[in-house]
């Protein structure tokens, strides 16, 4: 059973930057797409940026030139880097990953902009 455990989160001010972190436990095949997610209160879960087993990303135009995601296959572990960020980042940001029809998700990590 692959479970996966968000790290990472936590206050910084604005313009500051964190690094989230995504554990995979268990065997994770190719090919998949990784991604992260977050949830603002009163507002709907959004995509913030995908990457794919071959290293093709994506990006939400909100995080574009600001948010950098990679992944390390043989640790099995995804990241998200975020810089520059602002106070409407503010979120609960969740790692998903798809693989072999199983849609998986963490159970989040808080990120917090503010002064």
């Known amino acids: 059973q692959v479970q996966l455990v968000e790290s990472g989160g936590g206050l910084v001010q604005p313009g500051g930057s964190l690094r989230l972190s995504c554990a995979a436990s268990g065997s994770i095949f190719s090919p998949y797409l990784m991604g992260w997610y977050r949830q603002a209160p009163g507002k709907q879960r959004e995509l913030v940026a995908t990457?794919?087993?071959?290293?093709?990303?994506n990006y939400a135009d909100s995080v574009v030139g600001r948010f950098t995601i990679s992944r390390d296959n043989a640790k099995n572990t995804g990241y998200l880097q975020m810089n520059s960020l602002k106070p409407e980042d503010t979120a609960v940001y969740y790692c998903?990953?798809?693989?072999?029809?199983?849609?998986?998700w963490g159970q989040g990590t808080q990120v917090t902009v503010s002064s």
């Open positions: 998903n990953l798809k693989f072999l029809g199983r849609d998986l």
């Open positions: 990457i794919t087993s071959r290293g093709s990303t």
